[in-house]
């Protein structure tokens, strides 16, 4: 896989794609990657949302493909994710997962 300059601007792009995500959906870190023009890049969405300093970007609604937040360092995170998106109407499974078809934002 060819690699991808991680830029100011394509931090950018990323956060301009999240910042579209409804109140009470969620998208996939692949799904935001190919909307931001970045397709096969979901890691890059997860580094750029781990770098994030702006409070009105909705990271709390990208999660993996398989519809569960996905476990991050520095402790607290996967919790506030999962309040914020409890908040929002959205329900998680008995396994802990989110029901894609019912919840997965379609631009």
């Known amino acids: 896989m060819l690699s991808v300059a991680m830029t100011s601007s ?20 692949g799904q935001i990657a190919l909307l931001a023009g ?3 890049h979901a ?5 750029a949302l781990s770098a994030l300093n702006d409070a009105s970007v909705p990271w709390h609604r990208v999660i993996n493909a398989k519809g569960e937040i996905s476990p991050r360092s520095g402790g607290g ?9 409890e908040a929002e109407g959205v329900r998680f499974d008995s396994c802990d997962r ?8 379609q631009p």
């Open 10 to 29: 394509t931090y950018q792009d990323i956060y301009a794609v999240v910042s579209q995500i409804p109140q009470g959906q969620v998208a996939t870190y």
């Open 77 to 85: 995170h996967d919790e506030l994710q999962r309040l914020r998106l």
């Open 38 to 40: 970045l397709p096969g």
């Open 98 to 105: 989110i029901p894609l078809d019912r919840y997965r934002w």
């Open 43 to 47: 890691r890059q969405v997860g580094y």
